[in-house]
């Protein structure tokens, strides 16, 4: 199994692009995170999914959209980047709901706004 | 929502010293969750607790709920451990919006 997968692991946009971030998984979980994280502070959750067709706000949403058109797949757009989008770009997954379950990430993906 | 302190915030120690890493949460919980994150890779759990104590091999988590306070053990630290340790914390029911986290310590272990 892959686990959880990213694409792309790097890239550069300049103010006004737009762009899609995808995360994969292979485990058949229900439950899909996007998350971003930035220097000084905590992982924080922009978006999330708890299964195919459904997707919810987490605490910072302003700017992206999401879909999970495939219960594998959980993508992140950027409409029109900004430089304060430049970040870190974690995906993760779950099985289901519960407090005991484990939640697991992708690689990252590393993203500058010029 | 909660509030995810940890201690340090670095920390440099020498090769076969005993590291303590701390996390305190301001309100209950339903789990809490230890990372592991290396230098440009991604994140991996180290220990899910909802009560007592968990070791694996050289690193032991302990949870105090009545505390709300855990701490996560490092013996004979080894340069290898040079990390990003993530404290993570679930609000009970579940939480479906996943978990909620400190902002990290960066732990260095020298040779």
């Known amino acids: 199994n892959a686990g959880v997968t990213q694409t792309p692991k790097f890239r550069v946009l300049k103010t006004g692009q737009s762009m899609t971030l995808l995360c994969a998984q292979d485990m058949n979980h229900e439950y899909m995170y996007w998350y971003r994280q930035d220097p000084g502070m905590g992982l924080r959750l922009i978006h999330y999914s708890v299964g195919e067709g459904t997707t919810a706000k987490g605490e910072v949403p302003d700017g992206y959209n999401v879909s999970r058109l495939k219960k594998q797949n959980f993508l992140l757009g950027l409409e029109s980047a900004a430089p304060s989008q430049t970040s870190v770009y974690f995906c993760?997954?779950?099985?289901?709901?519960?407090?005991?379950?484990?939640?697991?990430f992708g690689p990252g993906t590393r993203l500058l706004v010029l | 929502k909660n509030e995810v302190e940890q201690s340090p915030q670095n920390l440099t120690a020498q090769e076969g010293e005993f590291i303590t890493i701390n996390c305190s949460y301001s309100?209950?919980?339903?789990?809490l969750h230890w990372l592991q994150q290396h230098p440009g890779g991604g994140i991996v759990s180290l220990f899910m607790l909802s009560s007592g104590k968990k070791k694996h091999g050289r690193l032991i988590a302990t949870i105090n709920i009545q505390e709300k306070h855990s701490s996560l053990h490092i013996t004979a630290s080894h340069p290898r451990d040079s990390a990003v340790y993530i404290c993570a914390v679930r609000d009970p029911g579940g939480g479906a919006d996943g978990l909620t986290f400190g902002k990290g310590t960066h732990l260095i272990i020298q040779p």
């Open positions: 309100v209950g919980i339903s789990a």
């Open positions: 993760a997954s779950r099985r289901f709901s519960g407090p005991q379950e484990t939640q697991y």
